[in-house]
């Protein structure tokens, strides 16, 4: 088997030490200090979301077709003009420099490297840094908003400067949940010690119409869970609807983004693409979101893990395993290129496994640190 895009034996490509995506997880735990990796592995309240999202993942089974040609196949895809390597990106994340040094400027030039797209949070590296660090890369920037439109404007405006391909506005967040793994460590995430919740819970679609109106870059809505939203979001001109719920860190007892992922979907019939993130740890997982109908899929904890583990050379490493695993998945499939999947080949069926942030990774074996390279926080 081969890959269309010349990438033949990708988990083999990188001289590094990991073989498999367990052994990336793993060497975070050991490496990260307590606080920092609860913060990472962590959901609201009771986490009832955060497991809901691997749930819906967990609970959809392929239906193979056999005696198709794979001999050759294409996992990139083209958005926002440029041609992608696969259909991910990695998925805005805040406290990047609690994970390994360098933060969003390390993240970025991995994305760059390996030829995916890169997101980038308000609460993290500065745009331009990152903008200097990776300027080939597909970089698009995410926004809290934190002041008045004036504020918007200057955000969206350095965006447009540092050439990122779309705005992303985060529309889940009125205010900070309670995350008790945080709490329970006396701990506060690094940038979000004074949350901006007075603008936060002041923004409404007002400030969707401010920026289509004033600017052409393609605008994104992040936190869209439910059809009824992204029917608004369309009427209003959005480009891209991001399917999410904050890797279940923000509203309790929510649903999983891939159960939510067919009705918006079939809701929006094309009038905006959709991308999403939400539990999605290995190539199936991936190879899932797209055949229901996402456009792009999201990697937020993996990128965090991958980080810690050994910086840009791990987050390279992480992204050929996955791309191997797609590669595999859909081989198996009898599927040679994105385009061919559609939900023909999914079926739902029970879980087999408990969810949890850990439950794509059944042989993981986080055992007592016996090294910690980091001081703590």
């Given at each position: 088997?081969?890959?269309?895009?010349?990438?033949?034996?990708?988990?083999?490509?990188?001289?590094?030490?990991?073989?498999?995506?367990?052994?990336?997880v793993e060497n975070a735990h050991q490496v990260l200090p307590k606080q920092a990796w609860?913060?990472?592995?962590?959901?609201?309240e009771t986490?009832?979301?955060?497991?809901?999202?691997?749930?819906?993942?967990?609970?959809?089974?392929?239906?193979?077709?056999v005696l198709r040609n794979v001999s050759t196949i294409d996992l990139s895809v083209e958005y926002f003009g440029r041609k992608v390597r696969l259909?991910?990106?990695?998925?805005?994340?805040?406290?990047?420099g609690l994970f390994g040094p360098g933060g969003g400027a390390t993240v970025v030039t991995a994305a760059q490297a390996i030829g995916i797209g890169h997101m980038l949070s308000s609460g993290c590296t500065p745009l331009?840094?990152?903008?200097?660090?990776?300027?080939?890369?597909?970089?698009?920037?995410?926004?809290?908003?934190?002041?008045?439109?004036s504020f918007v404007h200057e955000y969206v405006g350095r965006a447009v400067a540092c050439g990122c391909?779309?705005?992303?506005?985060?529309?889940?967040?009125?205010?900070?949940?309670?995350?008790?793994?945080?709490?329970?460590?006396?701990?506060?995430?690094?940038?979000?010690?004074?949350?901006?919740?007075?603008?936060?819970a002041g923004l409404d679609w007002r400030t969707i119409r401010l920026i289509k109106d004033t600017y052409e870059i393609p605008l994104v809505l992040k936190g869209i869970a439910t059809a009824e939203d992204a029917l608004i979001a369309v009427d209003h001109g959005v480009d891209w609807i991001y399917v999410s719920n904050h890797g279940g860190r923000q509203l309790d007892h929510g649903r999983g983004t891939l159960d939510v992922l067919p009705e918006i979907i079939d809701a929006v019939e094309g009038r905006a693409q959709v991308m999403i993130d939400g539990g999605?740890?290995?190539?199936?997982?991936?190879?899932?979101?797209?055949?229901?109908?996402?456009?792009?899929?999201?990697?937020?904890?993996?990128?965090?893990?991958?980080?810690?583990?050994?910086?840009?050379?791990?987050?390279?490493?992480?992204?050929?395993?996955?791309?191997?695993?797609?590669?595999?998945?859909?081989?198996?499939?009898?599927?040679?290129?994105?385009?061919?999947?559609?939900?023909?080949?999914?079926?739902?069926?029970?879980?087999v496994a408990t969810p949890s942030v850990f439950s794509a990774f059944p042989l993981l074996n986080l055992s007592p640190r016996s090294k910690r390279v980091r001081s703590p926080i």
């Amino acid at each position: 088997m081969s890959a269309g895009n010349d990438v033949a034996g990708a988990a083999a490509s990188t001289s590094g030490e990991f073989e498999s995506l367990h052994e990336i997880v793993e060497n975070a735990h050991q490496v990260l200090p307590k606080q920092a990796w609860d913060c990472l592995i962590g959901g609201a309240e009771t986490e009832t979301t955060l497991k809901r999202n691997r749930l819906a993942i967990d609970t959809i089974a392929f239906k193979p077709r056999v005696l198709r040609n794979v001999s050759t196949i294409d996992l990139s895809v083209e958005y926002f003009g440029r041609k992608v390597r696969l259909p991910v990106f990695l998925a805005p994340t805040g406290p990047l420099g609690l994970f390994g040094p360098g933060g969003g400027a390390t993240v970025v030039t991995a994305a760059q490297a390996i030829g995916i797209g890169h997101m980038l949070s308000s609460g993290c590296t500065p745009l331009e840094v990152v903008a200097e660090a990776a300027p080939s890369a597909l970089r698009m920037a995410q926004l809290y908003v934190r002041g008045d439109d004036s504020f918007v404007h200057e955000y969206v405006g350095r965006a447009v400067a540092c050439g990122c391909a779309a705005i992303c506005l985060t529309v889940d967040s009125p205010v900070l949940a309670r995350r008790d793994r945080d709490i329970a460590n006396r701990y506060r995430t690094a940038g979000l010690g004074k949350w901006p919740e007075p603008y936060q819970a002041g923004l409404d679609w007002r400030t969707i119409r401010l920026i289509k109106d004033t600017y052409e870059i393609p605008l994104v809505l992040k936190g869209i869970a439910t059809a009824e939203d992204a029917l608004i979001a369309v009427d209003h001109g959005v480009d891209w609807i991001y399917v999410s719920n904050h890797g279940g860190r923000q509203l309790d007892h929510g649903r999983g983004t891939l159960d939510v992922l067919p009705e918006i979907i079939d809701a929006v019939e094309g009038r905006a693409q959709v991308m999403i993130d939400g539990g999605f740890c290995r190539g199936s997982d991936i190879i899932k979101a797209l055949a229901i109908g996402a456009d792009l899929v999201g990697l937020g904890r993996m990128q965090c893990y991958a980080l810690a583990a050994g910086g840009e050379v791990a987050i390279i490493r992480m992204l050929e395993l996955l791309e191997d695993e797609m590669l595999r998945s859909m081989a198996l499939l009898g599927v040679s290129a994105i385009e061919e999947l559609d939900r023909s080949y999914l079926h739902p069926a029970p879980p087999v496994a408990t969810p949890s942030v850990f439950s794509a990774f059944p042989l993981l074996n986080l055992s007592p640190r016996s090294k910690r390279v980091r001081s703590p926080i």
